[in-house]
């Protein structure tokens, strides 16, 4: 064999190899601008969107608080004690996907309006309320899930709640003051964390680590002022059934 065909298969072997090597280049450039356009939008465009949702869902709350001043919930009275009647105000179940409470954790300056549901289209317009749990303010366990890193990440900084800590919500009926009891960790299998218990208690749940959903972070909350107070007291009060 010549030089000359030697020369020419090696000049075409070596151009293919060129070129292959650009077309690898270009595809891991875009494939990485995918993908941090991609964390980008998770990060940062979800917050938008969501900040969005937020605005128009507080004048919809502000509304329907306002539509409930005007005409007030019925009030039950359940006992007469010396010093005051023991009332109680019942207030009705949201449906599906309804913005119905402002949640307020003042020492992480969070204010957030809770929708009813916790499926994921619902999650991504702000807190959800576990149907089948008590609404806040009433008797039991009354469950709230959020997003902690995208979505407006509202339960971002969970992990810095304390003993003592307060959390308000306010619904339609009033305001209603919890304290933080406990925070822990759980796997995502341990659904008991949503179970009924005694009193008037709020369960505040979002993904852990941050960025991963491996765990669960579970916030416990009891209420210590609000509508209801006086009627939990007195529930708790009562002889066990059992």
Not at 20 to 27: F, S
Not at 47 to 72: C, H, K, M
Not at 154 to 165: K, S, V, W
Not at 205 to 228: D, K, M, W, Y
Request: overall charge negative.
């Amino acid at each position: 064999m010549g030089l000359l065909p030697i020369a020419s298969s090696f000049i075409l072997s070596f151009t293919m190899r060129r070129r292959d090597i650009a077309i690898l280049g270009w595809t891991l450039i875009w494939s990485g601008l995918f993908i941090f356009g991609y964390l980008g939008w998770q990060l940062f465009g979800t917050d938008l969107v969501n900040a969005r949702v937020q605005a128009d869902a507080v004048v919809t709350f502000d509304q329907q608080v306002e539509e409930s001043s005007e005409e007030p919930p019925e009030v039950e009275v359940v006992a007469e004690g010396e010093a005051a009647e023991i009332e109680f105000i019942n207030e009705d179940v949201p449906v599906e996907d309804e913005a119905f409470a402002r949640l307020i954790v003042p020492s992480l300056g969070l204010e957030a309006i809770v929708f009813e549901g916790v499926g994921t289209e619902t999650l991504t317009k702000g807190p959800g309320h576990m149907p089948g749990t008590p609404i806040p303010g009433q008797p039991g366990n009354s469950v709230i899930s959020g997003h902690r890193t995208t979505y407006g990440r509202p339960f971002y900084d969970f992990d810095l709640l304390a003993a003592g800590d307060r959390i308000e919500i306010e619904t339609s009926i009033g305001n209603h003051v919890y304290e933080v009891r406990e925070s822990f960790i759980v796997a995502p299998t341990d659904v008991w964390v949503t179970d009924d218990r005694a009193g008037a208690w709020l369960t505040l749940t979002t993904c852990h680590p941050r960025f991963s959903a491996r765990q669960r972070l579970i916030i416990t909350a009891e209420l210590v002022e609000g509508p209801n107070w006086e009627y939990v007291q007195f529930l708790d009060q009562l002889p066990d059934p059992t």
